[in-house]
């Protein structure tokens, strides 16, 4: 053969090669990962996918998973969550706790810097927290309750307290802060990892009200730059070269698709556009679960989580307002039927507020205290709805609409449910899916009658799950009122005793979902993923939440 006709044969064969090998790939890091046989490596760049985009990159106004998931990767805390969900060093490297419990001196790294190159000062951590408690913030934090473990930081918020300097956080110099408390709490050192005691830059914030609303205006400490952000397309995000452990981090980018479909997104997996797929991100379709275990049984996940799933009622509203109507609704379902034939994820289900994986006393609290506190009795809930329809002088009762926020899943939830208050209750419920603000915005406001919800731990305490159904709590969106249930979490909250703060917070949880059926259990989570096998280094912790600062293609 000539040796021009050679070279043009070699050339057509390489080309056809590479065109093989990109429609085959549709990442980057699919069928090329780690170190290859002829040395090359694994290029470091994460795609995933997230079925809403967050509300907000604002700390002091995050409240949702989504906004949790974007946040970790550009805020660090004071400490961040470890492998094991215990706290460990974060910006602070190392802090001292007086005897008593009720101070801690956070000695912060000289090597943290923002984004810009700027160190991060205690000052930024108070000035963050001052954000967050201020009456004067608009809109205000509904997670500020979060922060009223800090001695005046109720008092501060509720007006009662003027001056920020009389709440428990003294900048002591740049690098030190040191944080009083109201009444020692063994899990409060976990909290500083949470969302919403993550510093902001000072000095940014003040110059541009719109601070958060650009990707190009935002000031980060960690791991990560929002460096994209299509809005309804697409988010990205660039590894941030002024992080202190930046040597830690691997990923280069990651890049996440906004896409509110879990079959596209299952799809866009098995094509190999994505390296992880599902919770809490997104979501693997219910009816694609088995597909997904058969198809993918080394990457399938599912995981329990200290997550429950359950309906809020709009307490202060007809005709939710009559427990026995409530009552009638949650009894007059069948719990197991949803997680066997509709959920499929290995759901457990609920009679209860409080997930199992959440510490008790000596064991965990679920396995301490059971969660009998109703039983399903669709005969019974029949007799009880009657009886409350009486108590309201209705002979039928109103249009009764159900709302959720957009997603396969929850609509087959939803039509599930409202088949079976129609079989066996005939009441006819309708059911109206909501983009993902809209909805938060609805529920928060009280628009609504009955709404989906979920609540996923922000630390392992039984009081993440209950604190927010006290009076005037900004998570309290069924405007729940019990002057006792509120006594009971207040003396839980100031007790020592831990066997005793669990007694009172199991009276507590009794009296909210027994007594006053103020909410609807439902089922308690599982986080259920894919993940490409040379995904390495992804922390969910116990609660679900998922951090990418230290995932890497291996």
Known sequence: ???????????????????????????????????????????????????????????????????NTALRLMYEGLTRTGTDGNPVPGVAEKWDVSEDGLKYTFHLRDNAQWSNGEPVTAE???????????????????????????????????????????????????????????????????????????????????????????????????????TTWTTGQELAWTKNAKYWD?????????????????????????????????????????????????????????????????????????????????????????????????????????????PPGIKGNTEEFRTEYKDSYFKEDAAKAKELLAEGMKEEGYTTLPEITLIYNSSEAHQKVALAIADMWKNNLGVSVKTQNQEWSVFLDNRQSGNYQIARAGWTADYNDPMTFLDMWMKGNGNNDAKYDNAEYDALLKDAQASQDNA??????????????????????????????LVKPNLKGIVVDFSGAIDFTRAYFQ
């Open 124 to 226: 930024d951590f108070a000035y963050a927290w001052e954000r967050v408690l201020s009456p004067k913030t608009t809109p205000a934090s509904e997670y500020a309750y979060q922060l009223y473990y800090i001695k005046n930081g109720q008092e501060f918020n509720e007006g009662k307290v003027k001056d920020f300097a009389d709440v428990g956080v003294k900048v002591v110099d740049e690098k030190t802060l040191e944080v009083t408390l109201a009444n020692p709490t063994s899990y409060w050192l976990g909290l500083t990892s949470f969302y919403t005691y993550y510093p902001v830059n000072k000095k940014n914030v003040e110059a541009n009200a719109q601070w958060a609303s650009k990707a190009d205006t935002m000031i980060t400490n960690g791991a990560f730059n929002l």
């Open 500 to 529: 005793k703060r669990m007694e009172d917070m199991s009276k507590a949880e009794k009296i909210l979902v027994q007594d006053d059926m103020a909410m609807m259990p439902i089922y308690y989570y599982t986080s259920v993923s």
């Open 246 to 354: 930046a040597a830690s981090v691997k990923l280069n980018t990651v890049t996440a698709s906004l896409v509110n479909s879990g079959a596209t997104e299952f799809s866009s997996y098995q094509s190999g556009q994505l390296d992880y797929a599902g919770a809490p991100t997104g979501e693997i379709p219910t009816d694609q679960i088995p597909a997904a275990k058969q198809q993918y049984p080394d990457q399938f996940q599912a995981k329990g989580i200290a997550s429950t799933y359950y309906y809020l009622f709009n307490l202060k509203e007809k005709p939710f307002n009559n427990l026995k109507i409530r009552q009638a609704f949650s009894m007059s379902i069948n719990r197991q039927a949803i997680v066997d034939n509709v959920t499929l994820g290995g759901q457990i289900p609920a009679y209860g507020y409080v």
């Open 1 to 67: 053969m000539k040796r021009k006709s050679w070279l043009v044969l070699m050339a057509l064969v390489m080309a056809f090669g590479t065109l093989l090998a990109a429609c085959g790939s549709g990442s980057s890091n699919t069928g090329t990962s780690g170190e290859s046989g002829d040395g090359a490596t694994a290029a470091q760049d994460l795609h995933i996918n997230m079925s809403a985009e967050p509300p907000t990159f604002d700390p002091a106004q995050a409240k949702d998973s989504q906004t």
